[in-house]
């Protein structure tokens, strides 16, 4: 039978309960447990499909198509497992089933209410995962903060579960802010101890208290939290800031957080943690041999976590190259003819993100441009893709009006078209192409190069694509579909075989990437950025020698 561990906050949001949720989870599963994670989102929205980024940061799409919240991003990326859609559910989705289910006559006459009927479906969907023994252990992820009015059904249904389930089946981890004030030189606890006592007020009580602190907490400190929290002292973990979110596993691993848990789960049979793997990247992570500079071309730049998933991306491929990838945001808005050199100047590498909308489109299509004329790495995702076919086709096939119809209905060279089966769709929410579909790619190509094979599967979220009434004057200008859907011949990479590395994928490889699984075309650009980068520096030395 699986076990359950519920994951709280306290105090402030943005905490990290989804980085100590993985931690935990990777190392059980390094001590030889299966383990995985979900996350209970308490707003209203069905799915983050229809969040403005800036609101909540990406939004992160599994195999199975389904929206969902980025800290399934780092589930996967910690793990090295797939999650789906029963890992990720909101508030709306759970009201969105009640509902269903009162309009079908289901409930027979009575009164749905919150108690028992929304947290009944909430109790439901949290044991989900563990009705078919996969797992040994579920990690849930309550999202917000206690104390929340719309988090109060969720915590409720824990205490529920708390009170149900047998006591070495489930136990509840609260994660809190130990702020330092640097005017008195002091860490103040109180704040920790009024979360735990608004959590302990709605019947549920937390085995282990994770301390989010800058500064180390002494042995006082932890008798005291232990004293007013009540719990044990061993059961109060420091979590001191880390230079990355992959050291956090080790810094647990040192608290024994993990070993505490299988204490109070009564779990006896497990093995020495082994995460030589994990060490050996952070190791390359940590003592790079060089530097490379990539420019990140994007409409939401000012929000680190609208592209969590393209910065870890670029995290595992900079490990695996043995460097340090400084990435510089670029406004695509500021671009022009005349100032691209400038902006884009030091470069090693451009990277054209996915996005909706037609904000700073123009200023991307000259940063392509100028990558594709100088030489310099370029890759392109989902729009970036796009932006990379419509700058070939304007000033390489001579279409000087060639447009996406997202941007330019009116276009008369659409090289960028809806697809036919979202013609006929009027709801935005869950309606994309989302999800993993087949890519088949051709001989001999760059990305048969990069991923070592021709037949392989990515995850998708767009509604536009590439025109196939122009595939063949593409081709015939240098420009190839280097990968195809097999089945709709729906154009997914596109290439330019002249070019050093000039690489376009209407899919998100950077879903996929993990700390021992990374992405191969992240893996490959910034190899190429690095060879730039080299050449660059040697041409840079032969000059200023002849100077002498």
């Known amino acids: 039978m699986a076990k359950y561990i519920f994951v709280t906050g306290g105090v402030t949001s943005s905490l990290g309960k989804g980085i100590i949720a993985a931690s935990l989870a990777k190392l059980l599963q390094a001590r030889g447990l299966t383990a995985t994670i979900q996350k209970f989102d308490p707003y209203i929205n069905v799915d983050p499909g229809t969040l403005n980024p800036y609101e909540h940061g990406e939004c992160y799409v599994t195999e199975d198509g389904a929206e969902t919240d980025l800290d399934l991003g780092h589930y996967e990326r910690f793990l090295n497992i797939y ?22 006559g289901d409930f027979l006459g009575k009164t749905v209410q919150v108690v028992p009927h929304i947290t009944d479906e909430i109790k439901r969907r949290m044991l989900l995962l563990g009705e078919d023994n996969k797992f040994d252990i579920i990690i849930t992820e309550i999202g917000g903060t206690v104390g929340d009015i719309e988090s109060l059904p969720f915590i409720e249904a824990v205490r529920q579960l708390q009170w149900e389930l047998p006591d070495e089946d489930v136990m509840v ?41 800058e500064e180390p907490l002494n042995d006082d400190i932890k008798r005291k939290i232990a004293l007013f929290c009540n719990v ?40 020495e943690p082994n995460l030589d793997k994990w060490k050996g990247f952070l190791d390359k992570l940590k003592y790079p041999k060089s530097k490379v500079t990539v420019g990140l071309i994007g409409k939401y730049i000012e929000l680190q976590d609208a592209y969590k998933s393209i910065l870890e991306s670029f995290v595992h491929a900079g490990a695996m190259n ?37 904000r700073g489109i123009e200023g991307k299509i000259v940063a392509v441009q100028y990558a594709r004329e100088k030489g310099l790495p370029f890759f392109g995702i989902c729009l970036g893709m796009q932006m990379a076919v419509i700058e070939f086709a304007r000033n390489i096939l001579g279409l000087s009006d060639a447009h996406s119809t997202e941007m330019d209905t009116s276009t008369s060279n659409a090289v960028i078209n809806m697809m036919e089966e979202q013609k006929k769709i009027k709801m935005m929410g869950g309606t994309m192409r989302l999800g993993a579909y087949p890519c088949e790619i051709k001989p001999g190509s760059l990305a048969q190069k990069i991923y070592g094979e021709t037949n392989i599967t990515e995850r998708h979220r767009h509604r ?22 097999p089945e709709t011949g729906l154009v997914e990479i596109m290439e330019i075989p002249v070019h050093p590395f000039f690489i376009g994928v209407q899919y998100h490889p950077e879903l996929k990437s993990t700390v021992e699984k990374p992405a191969p075309l992240f893996v490959h650009f910034i190899g ?16 200023l020698q002849g100077e002498k």
């Open 232 to 271: 044990k002292t061993e059961a109060v973990i420091e979590a001191m800031d880390a230079s990355t979110i992959y050291e956090v596993p080790l810094l647990m691993l040192r608290e024994k957080l993990d070993l505490i848990c299988l204490k109070k789960l009564n779990i006896t049979q497990f093995s």
């Open 173 to 213: 981890v609260h994660l809190t802010l130990i702020p330092y004030l640097r005017a008195a030189k002091e860490l103040k606890t109180k704040p920790t101890q009024h979360s735990v006592k608004m959590l302990s007020e709605t019947g549920v009580h937390p085995d282990i208290i994770v301390c989010r602190t």
């Open 528 to 543: 190429a950025a690095k060879k730039y980068n080299e050449q660059r520096s040697a041409i840079k030395k032969t000059s």
């Open 464 to 485: 536009y694509e590439f025109n196939n009434d122009y595939f063949d004057q593409f081709e015939s200008n240098g420009m190839i579909a280097s990968g195809r859907n």
């Open 83 to 104: 999650t789906s859609q029963a890992n990720n559910v909101t508030t709306g989705r759970i009201y969105q089933t009640v509902i269903n289910k009162e309009r079908a």
């Open 322 to 358: 043995e460097v340090k990838v400084q990435v510089v945001n670029v406004h695509s808005e500021y671009i022009t003819p005349e100032n691209v050199a400038e902006k884009l100047e030091g470069l090693d590498g451009l990277l054209v993100a996915p996005g909706f909308g037609h």
